[in-house]
């Protein structure tokens, strides 16, 4: 029999960490005995190698599920690759190598989909990570990110370890970044158009409201994180998200954020702004044939109810 997990849950206080909280003591997430921790960078920071092994000393867990990293809004990645890559190596190898010398039986990291590679055929399927170089425009990020699946191969290569990740799509939701300069797209949008009711003022959209993107509620990725954690088996990393039918193009997210808070101003894009890339369309087939009758929250319901979550708590959202 064995004995209950202790997870410990790196980047406890982000927009995921909040959301498998919730889960966790809400949703009856949590086993019997079970003790589940969520570590915020208050606490400690994870690029010092020394921080971290504090941190696995102290709770000393079975499991962990690494989230924590250094992120940041598509314009923020272009002017600091550098400092990306730097500063998500060091967090990444300290977490993984730590939680191995303390005898941590799986690990459950967090990729992104921007790790995908930018000349590709579409849907990207998990197969695909390595097949050429990721989008100029957030490359340290996403080589940092790419090389957590190199590191956990070879964990389990030496060492037979469970270490493995997941890549979600756009995640967004309640407790995100939602600063209209630095924050990921749907938050930064939501953020922008409650200031625009609030103001009388129209929306202006960052480049041309044509790229498309999967958007994952970030409660129901966490349900799926946990999954994850007790059920999936492989090394290889999961692709968590909506099919490809439910990509949307940024004009459409943008047509039900205003929806969602009632703005009925003008909406401009801004043409002369960068748009990233077009698509990054993924595969969640894999997931499928795991777990085929999980259902996501329909967007338009997961948008309301992060509007509504923003709104409510506008004193406390990270603005």
């Known amino acids: 029999m064995a004995l209950p997990m202790r997870v410990l849950v790196t980047g406890g206080s982000g927009l995921v960490g909040k959301a498998i909280e919730h889960v966790v003591q809400q949703e009856g997430g949590k086993l019997e005995g079970e003790e589940w921790i969520f570590l915020s960078s208050k606490q400690a920071d994870l690029v010092d190698v ?29 002017r600091e690759n550098l400092q990306f890559l730097r500063d998500n190596i ?3 190898d300290n977490v993984l190598q730590t939680a191995h010398e303390s005898g941590v039986t799986k690990v459950v990291s967090c990729l992104s ?82 200031k625009a009711k609030k103001e009388g003022t129209p929306v202006t959209v960052c480049g041309s409201g044509a790229p498309r993107r999967q958007f994952i509620y970030s409660l129901d990725l966490a349900r799926l994180i946990i999954w994850a954690l007790r059920r999936y088996e492989e090394v290889a990393p999961i692709i968590l998200s909506v099919g490809e039918k439910d990509e949307i193009s940024i004009k459409e997210a943008v047509d039900m954020i205003a929806k969602a808070l009632d703005f009925k101003g ?54």
């Open 113 to 194: 989909s921007c790790i995908f590679p930018d000349k590709t055929t579409y849907p990207i399927d998990e197969t695909m990570i390595h097949n050429g170089s990721p989008h100029d425009s957030n490359f340290g990020y996403s080589h940092a990110k790419r090389m957590i699946d190199v590191q956990n191969r070879a964990y389990f290569q030496q060492y037979g370890r469970c270490y493995t990740a997941v890549i979600p799509t756009n995640v967004f939701g309640p407790h995100d970044n939602f600063n209209i300069e630095n924050g990921h797209v749907l938050s930064a949008l939501i953020n922008k158009t409650y």
């Open 50 to 78: 020394e921080q971290t092994r504090a941190v696995f000393e102290k709770y000393r867990p079975t499991h962990v599920i690494h989230l924590a990293a250094k992120v940041g809004g598509l314009y923020l990645h272009m």
């Open 90 to 92: 060091k967090i990444n």
């Open 266 to 319: 003008e909406i401009h894009f801004d043409t002369t702004m960068s748009d990233g890339q077009m698509k990054k369309t993924a595969s969640n087939g894999k997931l499928r044939r795991l777990l085929p009758d999980f259902s996501f929250t329909p967007l338009n319901e997961a948008i309301k109810m992060t509007c509504d979550w923003f709104e409510n708590n506008y004193n406390i959202a990270r603005t």
